[in-house]
């Protein structure tokens, strides 16, 4: 069990490790370095809990059946534009986008559905979207759309064109077991 555990949080006890030297060599830049990673673990654990409790929700509220008619292999751009409204609706950090990509694996969500839904977490979220209207105008703000789109679009089907099935579907019962 200890190998394991150090094995498991290898990189988070070599990240203590070098925060120790750097604190030991460097004190003022090390405290920075410490009070950097403390407020990223609070709003970690401030964000991580809600995005857990919504999962549980949609895993159980929503019927895999349903999942599949929107989402699914079989819905097209149908599919895509849904993965793509869902992920530019949503709010929070990149890292709490994979939980929910689990859950849409399970649920039956296609490969290229689930990349599209990533993708759009990451640069189409309607609150940057507005933040970018505020403060970059309204002109970039969309130009950055009309190539974003496209773009997520087309590196969802690169990706599913460079991996094999079976290597895609390796990686869908790796978030199968992750998620339960």
């Known amino acids: 069990m200890k190998k394991g555990f150090a094995k498991r949080y290898l990189f988070a006890l070599l990240s203590l490790i070098a925060l120790g030297i750097l604190f030991l060599i460097r004190p003022s830049i090390g405290m920075k370095a410490m009070n ?18 919504l ?35 949503t709010a929070g950090p990149l890292y709490g ?14 490969f290229v559905n689930i990349m599209i839904f990533i993708g759009a977490w990451s640069t189409t979220k309607i609150p940057m979207l507005l933040f970018e209207i505020e403060s970059l105008g309204l002109r970039f703000a969309l130009t950055r759309l009309c190539i974003d789109i496209p773009g997520i679009i087309l590196i969802a089907f690169i990706l599913q064109k460079m991996l094999q099935n079976t290597e895609i579907e390796s990686l869908q019962s790796t978030l199968d077991t992750i998620d339960q």
Not at 57 to 80: A, E, I, N, R
């Open 97 to 110: 986008a994979f939980p929910v990509a689990a859950v849409l694996s399970r649920k039956g969500v296609s």
């Open 55 to 89: 999962l549980g929700l949609l895993d159980v509220w929503v019927p895999k059946s349903v999942m599949m008619k929107f989402m699914g292999p079989q819905t097209g751009m149908k599919g895509h534009l849904f993965a793509l409204i869902l992920g530019s609706a």
């Open 36 to 53: 950097i990673s403390l407020a990223t673990t609070i709003e970690m654990l401030l964000i991580i809990p809600p995005v857990f409790i």
